[in-house]
C-alpha cells in the first residue's frame, strides 16, 4: 500500500467510523422518545446507577483539578495585574475563566479520562465475550438496556459536576486573593459577582451537556465495535479516551466560535 492510498484507508475509515457513531447517537435518540410510549423505558436503577458512578465517583478528582487551576489562574494573573496596581481584577479573571473555559474543559477531560474509558472497557468486555450478543439473542436491544443509562448519565451529570468545578475554582482563587493578595474578602467577592455575568455560566454549561454527549457516544461505540479479545478491549479503550479528548478540545473551539461571533 503506497503513502495515497494509506491516507485514502485512514479518510475513509474515520468516515465510515464518523457515520455509525452518529447512526448510534440518533438511534439512542430516538429510543428515548419512542421507548417511554411502548413502555420500554431504561430503568431507572441502571441510570441512577451510572449517575453515581459518573458524579460522585469524579468529586474527588474534580476537586482537586478545579482547585488547583484556581489557584494558579490567580496567581499568574496576580503577576500581571500587580504591574498596574489592579490586583483586585484577580476575582473576575478567576471566576470567568472558569466558569466559560477552564471548569467546562477540564471537567470533560477527567471524565473522559475516568468514565469514557471505563465505558469502553465494560463493553467492549461484554462485546468480546459475546454477551451483548446473548442480549439480542433474548429480543433484549442494547441500545436501551447499555448505551441509554451511560448517556443519561453523562447528559445529566457532567453540568453538574461542571457548577462543582466552578465553586471550587473560584474558592481556590479566593484563599490565594485574601491570604497572599491581601485583598479584603467582601470586595473579593463582589468584585467576582459584579463581572461574572449569567451568560458566563451558561455558555460553560452548554458546553458541558455537548461534551457529555461526546463521552457517551464515543465510549460506548468504541465498545460496542470492540473486536480481537483483551487486545482489542485495550485498544478500544485507548481509542476512546484519545478520541474523547480531541473531539472535547474540537467542539470546545466550535461553541466559543459561535459565542463569541454570536454575541459580537
Known amino acids: 500500500m503506497n503513502f495515497f492510498e494509506r491516507i485514502g484507508s485512514i479518510v475513509l475509515g474515520a468516515y465510515r ?5 452518529l447512526a448510534l447517537f440518533f438511534d439512542t435518540i430516538a429510543w428515548l422518545i419512542i421507548g417511554p410510549a411502548k413502555h420500554k423505558s431504561a430503568k431507572r436503577s441502571g441510570i441512577f446507577y451510572q449517575m453515581v458512578f459518573v458524579g460522585a465517583g469524579s468529586l474527588i478528582i474534580t ?4 482547585f488547583f487551576t484556581g489557584i494558579v489562574i490567580a496567581m499568574q494573573s496576580a503577576y500581571q495585574l500587580g504591574k498596574f496596581g489592579a490586583n483586585i481584577y484577580v476575582a473576575p479573571m478567576v471566576a470567568v475563566s472558569l466558569a466559560r ?20 472497557a465494560e463493553l467492549g468486555t461484554m462485546k468480546v465475550s459475546e454477551q451483548i450478543e446473548a442480549l439480542e439473542t433474548m429480543a433484549l436491544n442494547p441500545i436501551r ?5 451511560r448517556f443519561l448519565a453523562l447528559l445529566i451529570m457532567l453540568p453538574c459536576l461542571t457548577i462543582f468545578a466552578d465553586i471550587i475554582g473560584i474558592f481556590g482563587g479566593f484563599l490565594v486573593g485574601v491570604f497572599n493578595l491581601k485583598l479584603d474578602p467582601y470586595r473579593y467577592i463582589t468584585f467576582t459577582f459584579k463581572y461574572m455575568a449569567w451568560k458566563d455560566v451558561w455558555t460553560g454549561l452548554v458546553k458541558s451537556v455537548t461534551f457529555g454527549i461526546v463521552i457517551s457516544m464515543v465510549g460506548c461505540y468504541m465498545g460496542l465495535k470492540t ?6 478491549v485495550g485498544r478500544a479503550t485507548t ?6 479528548f480531541i473531539l472535547i478540545i474540537l467542539f470546545d473551539c466550535i461553541l466559543t ?4 461571533f454570536a454575541h459580537q
Do not use: H
Open 239 to 244: 481509542l476512546s479516551v484519545v478520541t474523547s
Open 101 to 120: 473555559e477552564l471548569a467546562p474543559v477540564l471537567t470533560a477531560l477527567v471524565v473522559a479520562g475516568r468514565v469514557g474509558a471505563a465505558i469502553a
Open 257 to 260: 466560535g459561535i459565542f463569541f
Open 145 to 149: 438496556y447499555l448505551v441509554i443509562p
Open 63 to 66: 476537586f482537586f483539578v478545579a
Open 227 to 232: 473486536k480481537g479479545g483483551a487486545e482489542g
Open 17 to 21: 467510523q464518523t457515520v455509525e457513531a
